[in-house]
């Protein structure tokens, strides 16, 4: 059984991270534009917090005192958010990418579902029209590899050339390839998958504007194959 020997602020600041709902500290960081040196020090225990105390707090939304101390608003009364990590396509040929590690996409309050691997996905493009539409968002949690189970289920699917594309996944005619069904475009067919993960929540864009909450400082950009396009 492993001991951990970190300082106990660090181990209360992991869990008030974990708590906020980021899996990692590098997406923390990401997240909120802070130097991830700086961060996985103090959560590994190797700096002390006490000047960063406040920021991370309000970040986590505990109180500095309880990651100082253990006194205090800890992670018990504070609810967990799902974040937003990003762009899903769901446009004719899947030209969105995936926007992966910008941290400007907010969070969500978790579904009934959640899970502490929740995350969420904002959809771009009509192919999925009456599923899943334009300015949807997705929630998914188990990233899994590529396999037959996957048949006739709405996924999350990673490609290898970079694109996170929302489709109905159906086996393709060879092993290890698939066929990516839309609901209001042609399919894609015997496409390579390197990972996938099911849809667990479909949010209609006017139910999510009651509660998204977006990172003020950085604002939505499509990532495209030609390029980056603000949208």
């Not at 864009?205 to 990532?223: C, S, W």
Request: aromatic share 10%; charged share 25%.
């Amino acid at each position: 059984m492993s001991f951990d020997d970190r300082p106990d602020f660090a181990i209360r600041l992991e869990a008030a991270r974990a708590a906020r709902g980021f899996s990692t500290a590098k997406d923390a960081a990401t997240f909120f534009g802070w130097p991830y040196d700086t961060y996985i020090q103090h959560e590994r225990g190797e700096r002390g917090i006490s000047r960063a105390a406040g920021k991370y707090a309000d970040a986590f939304r505990v109180s500095a005192a309880w990651l100082l101390t253990g006194e205090g608003r800890g992670v018990d009364a504070q609810p967990t958010r799902v974040p937003i990590v990003g762009l899903a396509g769901a446009g004719p040929h899947g030209s969105v990418l995936f926007a992966d590690g910008d941290g400007n996409f907010g969070d969500i309050p978790p579904p009934t579902n959640w899970t502490p691997e929740t995350k969420a996905l904002e959809v771009r493009g009509d192919s999925m029209y009456g599923m899943i539409n334009n300015g949807w968002l997705v929630t998914y949690d188990e990233v899994r590899a590529p396999s037959y189970e996957l048949d006739g289920q709405p996924c999350v699917v990673w490609l290898d050339d970079g694109r996170v594309l929302v489709k109905i996944v159906e086996l393709g005619r060879s092993a290890g390839l698939f066929d990516l069904i839309s609901t209001n475009a042609p399919a894609l067919r015997d496409v390579k998958l390197t990972a996938a993960a099911y849809v667990t929540n479909i949010i209609p864009e006017r139910a999510a504007r009651k509660f998204i909450r977006r990172n003020p400082d950085k604002p939505i950009v499509d990532v495209t194959l030609d390029g980056e396009v603000s949208s």
